[in-house]
């Protein structure tokens, strides 16, 4: 079957046909690119007795393992371990290739040798965050930006986007995905964007001056600092009446988030909003966005694109692949990456409806669409609060709870000791904005009452701030992914510390020098 009509015909393909088309191309890249160049993967299919005609369908994957997190971390006896996740293409295995001698009666050596150049030597780096570990750094050849291009313009593509429009992008300046997919894709689509680089290099002041001169149909970029951006502007009493789209990425978008950024652009003047949200991550080198919906609808899910990528969606505890539109965790497979390159990773990140191939509801596309909300396993916490008799706390419901909550703005969740004593009780102090018109009294109710009934607990104290406090609270403008729950207790009272999400989902704090010597 013809392997171009994948791309061809990425949205438009009923499941049979991509399932086969997918597995005809995953065996074809094992054969011809990560088996000859992955020295990880080579070495494990050489010690499990694989090649790449063991998978003769995708449910012959399961036979390989996952990769997981840990297995890129450097170790003190592999300090460089990333490269062996790095394809380097031996001369030998690539003159075996079929059309190697080809090209070169036809073209010549020299524009072979700047072919492979193109598809495999490293030009560009992202990284993961550097928070909870060391940074991770992925990197890109021409072959992988390309790829990058594609994906972004398919990305604006699926958001409704037209070229005569013009957008804002509030993504940090970082070796961050969110942030050059949106360059990549904007450049291949043909639309205008602007780029603030966030808070840190302009401040909010100066994304509302660009913003006021653009006058943008689209913004783009995290949902929290654009709600304190858009707060801002409304404050400032300020117009936005082109605004069609706001497109988010980098966190977690409950519905309440969504409302709330829709209710700031009405202030604004803006008519009917759509409020899309992107997933992505570092590994997979690409991010895939929802369509346009409105805001009383379900949305249709992420849009994926099955010629660059597959997914599986596992039971996290059993590692077995769940039926269509079963909840499970994300595990990811590319199809054409060069670069670095990992298969089978375990993202982390847990799906509650699963991976679709039903024709979206809403635009009609057949691609298959990842539909629900997204939470990251390391965020389901199940913190001991000594203070509350020892009970399991899900700060992803919390989450929920707030963004959901009437007439809450922003706030922060904080962990800290009793008196700061690190053999005292932890407590959770819930730091807030009141919105509208709301007595204090009765939202600090509201929000107890929303909280024993979600979560079973209560927060120790509530604390009111006005707009400024909180921006000062979630380092807006400071931190390139606001911090919306945050531990203050010290290390040595034994507790479990709240790790910030891994991936692609937080500040990518890498140290050049580091990354750098990685790269090499």
Known sequence: MNMKLLTAKWQELPEKTIRQLQAEKLRRYLRQVVWPFSAHYRA???????????FRSLDDLQRLPFTSKTDLLNTPGNPQRMKDFLLIPQPQALARRPSTLWRALWRGREQVKQGFESEFRPIFMTTTTGRSADPIPFLFS???????????????????????WRAVSLFPYAPHLAFWQTHYGATAFGVFVASTGGGKVMGTDGNLRLIQKVKPDVLIGMPTFLYHVLQQAVEQRLRCENLKRIVVGGEKVPDG??????????????????VLATYGFTEAKMAWSECPVALDQTPGGYHLFPD???????????????????????????????????????????IDGGLVYEPCPHCGRRAPRLVGNISRSSEVKEMRLDKIKGTLVDFNQLEHVLDDAEHVGAW???????????????EL??????????????????????????????????????????????????????????????????SRPTPPPEGD??????RPSETLELAK
């Open 412 to 426: 922060q969740l904080e962990l800290r000791k009793r008196n700061d004593d690190p053999l005292e009780v932890d």
């Open 142 to 164: 021409q072959h992988d930006l390309a790829n990058l291009t594609l994906a972004g313009h398919r990305l604006f593509e699926v958001c409704g986007t037209q070229r005569p």
């Open 44 to 54: 494990l299919f050489e010690q499990l007795g694989l090649t790449a005609d063991s």
């Open 505 to 510: 989902q937080s500040e990518p704090d890498a």
């Open 308 to 350: 660059l990528g597959l997914f599986e969606v596992i039971d996290p505890k059993s590692g077995q692949t769940v039926p269509n539109g079963e909840p499970g965790e994300l595990v990811f497979t590319p199809l054409d990456a060069r670069g670095t390159v990992v298969l089978r990773y375990r993202t982390g990140d847990i």
């Open 429 to 494: 102090i819930l730091h807030v904005e009141r919105t509208g018109a709301v007595r204090e009294d009765k939202l600090m109710r509201d929000l107890n009452n929303c909280f024993a009934a979600k979560t079973e607990v209560h927060p120790n104290r509530i604390i009111f701030h006005d707009a400024d406090e909180m921006r000062e609270l979630q380092g807006v403008g400071v931190q390139i992914k606001e911090q919306k729950i945050v531990d203050h207790r010290k290390p040595e009272s034994g």
């Open 257 to 274: 988030m969504r409302r709330k950024l829709a209710g700031l652009a009405a202030d604004l003047g803006a008519g009917e909003i759509d």
